[in-house]
């Protein structure tokens, strides 16, 4: 692989990462040379499954559970990281949930668990990681929305409102920590995995000019490149086939 050393000797924080998307991100990272944190909540087997991985491929990792709707868990997970790592120099905001949430029936309770886990989260791992992404010298944050912040799901306000604070959040952090650390985000469309619902890939390509989903190792492809476009923060790339170019009142 011709980027094989390209993060050689840096130390990268994955939320989410025992799976799924989060999962090809930290196992991408692994192969282009960083050590990765693997952070999760409950999926303890697929997180240790993640950290042996990554080993084979000649890294070091560590699989650390944390509750992110808890600033002190937060806070907790950047200091373990640290003292195992002795530095951090890369902090993926992976870690997300999807709920639908009818507006007629959102609760405070359904209310509170998209934005906590989805916007308050970020935030504060952005805080407590920022003093060593500082020292770093080449500190990185990238956070993930997805389109439902730029258009709006019908039936989920607060996951699309959750994703939008994000998009925001990431131009301020980007502005706020200049020019020691940079700060962008990525917003997918639909990616689709084994296992998934056959009706999400046919909904997507039924919208998408591209006419497909996307697939994971696109998505590891952006993080990659947003960590190595060193004159790229506040910004949002958005990945979704075209989907967002064309939206329509059943959005």
Do not use: C
Not at 188 to 204: K, N
Not at 214 to 240: C, K, M, N, S, W
């Amino acid at each position: 692989m011709s980027n094989e050393n390209k993060l050689s000797g840096r130390v990268a924080l994955v939320t989410g990462a025992a799976k799924r998307l989060g999962r090809f991100v930290a196992l991408r990272l692994a192969a282009e040379g960083a050590d990765v944190a693997i952070h999760y909540s409950h999926s303890e087997t697929e997180a240790r499954d993640t950290v042996r991985e990554i080993e084979k491929l000649g890294r070091r990792a560590i699989a650390i559970p944390a509750n992110l709707t808890s600033v002190s868990e937060i806070q907790n997970l950047i200091e373990q990281t640290v003292n195992h790592f002795h530095r951090l120099d890369i902090l993926v905001n992976n870690a997300a949930n999807f709920l639908e949430t009818k507006f007629g029936s959102t609760t405070e309770q359904s209310w509170d668990a998209s934005l906590d886990t989805n916007l308050k989260a970020p935030f504060f791992a952005a805080q407590a990681a920022a003093p060593h992404l500082t020292k770093s010298g080449k500190g990185i944050i990238i956070n993930f929305a997805d389109i439902g912040g730029l258009l709006g799901w019908r039936e989920f306000l607060p996951h699309s409102i959750s994703k939008a604070g994000v998009i925001l959040m990431t131009r301020i952090l980007a502005k706020e920590l200049a020019p020691a650390v940079r700060v962008n985000a990525i917003a997918p469309g639909t990616i689709t995995m084994p296992g998934d619902p056959p009706e999400w890939q046919s909904d997507f390509i039924r919208r998408a000019p591209l006419q497909r989903t996307g697939r994971p190792d696109e998505i590891a492809d952006a993080v990659l490149f947003l960590i190595t476009a060193e004159f790229l923060t506040g910004q949002t790339l958005v990945l979704d086939g075209g989907r967002s170019l064309s939206p329509d009142l059943r959005t």
